[in-house]
């Protein structure tokens, strides 16, 4: 089977579009999947239309989508403004600084003020938007080949809090980890496995969520612009973050597995 593999689109509609077009995805006759690890929207201009191509592909039947940190972010951010109905502390929050607040206002046809002014109306509508009832539910925790493990952040550990880069490795069964053990491990990123040497043996693990650029610059000691933002490639790991907000380009790997 081969497999495409993308990240951090960040409603980046048209540069994610242009590398599946330019990696062949869309002509390839042979039998492959999509996975998309993590982080659908959020700072990108093309939440509409990422939303539509996402519904799409699920229906077709050949895409494997990954849930990232922005995917718990929404949620977290719906039941913020609920729970804190009326306050604008919202725009002081990194759901802001994330972009989460722009993908709400993208997809639900609403304002900054409705967050102020109608906040339960905009949720509701926000929960009803494909990218909460289709393509949220569509999203797991990981996909695994017999030489790949794929994933937005990181594998998880046992002691979930959001320092777990910094932790080294109590998790001997990651593939059990609860909600939160993997919500936590979607904030984790490359760097940290690196440091405390979290590799999974006899596997290379597929992420996103970390710019590929920071590797790049540390480990491969690439200082070229043109390549800087290109996979990240370690033993043990491929990085595929291209950071599309600033490269301009959504990273297309593939690869082959049984």
């Known amino acids: ?76 951010m719906l039941d913020y403004i609920e729970k804190n109905e009326g306050t604008d ?13 722009k ?30 009832t289709k393509i949220l539910p569509a999203a797991i925790n990981y996909y695994e080949t017999s030489k790949y493990v794929f994933v937005h952040g990181w594998l998880p550990c046992r002691e979930a809090n959001m320092n777990l880069r910094y932790l080294p490795p109590t998790f001997d069964n990651w593939r059990n980890a609860d909600a939160n053990d993997w919500k936590c491990s979607r904030w984790m990123d490359y760097l940290g496995a690196i440091e405390h040497n979290l590799m999974e043996p006899a ?29 990240f490639v370690y033993p043990g790991l491929i990085a595929i973050d291209a950071t599309t907000v600033l490269s301009g380009k959504v990273n297309c790997i593939i690869v082959e597995d049984d």
């Open 1 to 76: 089977m081969k497999y495409y593999v993308v990240s951090d689109l960040h409603s980046f509609y048209t540069p994610f579009m242009q590398t599946l077009e330019d990696s062949g995805f869309f002509g390839d006759k042979e039998p492959h999947k999509l996975i998309i690890c993590g982080d659908f929207f959020d700072r990108g201009g093309e939440a509409l239309q990422m939303q539509r191509a996402l519904s799409d592909l699920i229906d077709d039947g050949n895409t494997i989508l990954l849930r990232g940190n922005h995917e718990d972010l929404m949620v977290d």
């Open 89 to 101: 502390a919202v725009f002081h929050s990194h759901y802001r600084k994330n972009g989460t607040l």
């Open 203 to 231: 596997k290379t693990v597929i992420c996103g969520h970390r710019s590929t650029r920071y590797g790049n610059i540390s480990y491969s000691k690439i200082d070229d612009p043109d390549h800087i933002f290109d996979p």
């Open 103 to 132: 993908t709400l206002c993208d997809l639900t046809g609403g304002s900054e003020a409705d967050v102020i002014n109608s906040p339960r109306a905009l949720v509701e509508a926000m929960r009803e938007t494909v990218a909460l």
